[in-house]
């Protein structure tokens, strides 16, 4: 799985910390991420253009999540770790074991701390 997002979303703070600590800036998810099944995929066609000749023709626009998403179009923000093998930002693809040090490149470590404190 590939997951797209800016360079600007990538959070030091994690929003599995206790809940009174999270920040209000934080979408915490709606089902259980443990949770293999489809019931966290909403249709593609939410997100693709409904009369777009391809997206018709290729039967996107009233695809059953339950057939196996061909677009993942999720329900909420945080996606499991396991689920994802590769990252795609604005500037460029990057494995998620690299992603602490892109943190690391975009955030002071002082902030980080103090993030994490709040």
Known sequence: TYVCLPQYKISPVSCKSPPRS?????????????????????SPA?????????????????????LGPLVWNLRWEIIPAGFVNLFLTNLGSHAPSYLYA?????????????ACIW
């Open 46 to 66: 939410k997100i693709l253009p409904p009369h777009d000749p391809t997206v018709i023709s290729s039967g996107l626009a009233q695809r059953d999540p339950s």
């Open 22 to 42: 999270v920040p209000p800036c934080c979408i915490l998810p709606t089902a259980d991420p443990s949770n293999p099944a489809l019931d966290w995929l909403d």
């Open 102 to 114: 892109l943190g690391r490149e975009l955030f002071h470590h002082l902030d980080v701390q103090a």
